[in-house]
Antibody, heavy 121, light 107 residues
Framework: QVQLVQSGAEVKKPGASVKVSCKAS????????IHWVRQAPGQGPEWMGI????????TYAQKFQGRVTVTRDTSTGTVYMELSGLRSDDTAVYYC??????????????WGQGTPVTVSS | EIVLTQSPGTLSLSPGERATLSCRAS???????LAWYQQKPGQAPRLLIY???SRATGIPDRFSGSGSGTDFTLTISRLEPEDFAVYYC????????FGQGTKLEMK
């Protein structure tokens, strides 16, 4: 069965960076895009970016450009999201998610369990 | 950026009643590329509806979606106790944005 398993909770100081991993299994890794979405407490989800797991190309939401980097390791089927210059308003649960259909930008049918990231001095 | 506005913010209903949730887009969502998700506390969102009206795999038929252009609706025909949650709409016609959510609470 399809699974996206994320790394554990993180606590960081303002100005630091955080790197969250998302290990995919149960399907052909390079056939589906992977997205990163975050959700601040009490807020709706917010899309951060996408990686084409086949070629490695990425697109980031304008809000995060210059601060976020998404990479993948095809040998392990893992996608990484690194966010730098952390601020208190980056405190959120970070999710990876997969499109429903292969190589089609669309709705997210599978989600990781979420990684809470707390930014506090 | 397409902004999605959901209403009402909170909906108080009883099991067995019908729920109607609205999602309005700031501009037309081409090809009805709109999805609905259900989220329970401490869980990731769960896909219910995609392409405005298609039910995702395993979703009960009491959930239905409709609409096009800028106005979309999620209807739950007869509420079950497990349906009380927060619901989000999402558009994927122009990258991705989500609404702020409707909380469906038990009366």
């Amino acid at each position: 069965q399809v699974q996206l398993v994320q790394s554990g909770a993180e606590v960081k100081k303002p100005g630091a960076s955080v790197k969250v991993s998302c290990k995919a299994s149960g399907y052909t890794f390079s056939s589906y895009y992977i997205h990163w979405v975050r959700q601040a407490p009490g807020q709706g989800p917010e899309w951060m970016g996408i990686i084409n797991t086949s070629g490695g190309s990425v697109t980031y939401a304008q809000k995060f450009q210059g601060r976020v980097t998404v990479t993948r390791d095809t040998s392990t089927g893992t996608v990484y999201m690194e966010l730098s210059g952390l601020r208190s308003d980056d405190t959120a649960v970070y999710y990876c998610a997969r499109d429903r259909l292969p190589l089609r930008l669309g709705e997210f049918s599978y989600w990781g369990q979420g990684t809470p990231v707390t930014v506090s001095s | 950026e397409i902004v999605l506005t959901q209403s009402p913010g909170t909906l108080s209903l009883s099991p067995g009643e019908r729920a109607t949730l609205s999602c309005r887009a700031s501009q037309s969502v081409r090809s009805s590329y709109l999805a609905w998700y259900q989220q329970k506390p401490g869980q990731a969102p769960r896909l219910l509806i995609y392409d405005a009206s298609s039910r995702a795999t395993g979703i009960p038929d009491r959930f239905s979606g409709s609409g096009s252009g800028t106005d979309f609706t999620l209807t739950i025909s007869r509420l079950e106790p497990e349906d009380f949650a927060v619901y989000y709409c999402q558009q994927y016609a122009s990258w991705y944005t989500f609404g702020q959510g409707t909380k469906l609470e038990m009366k």
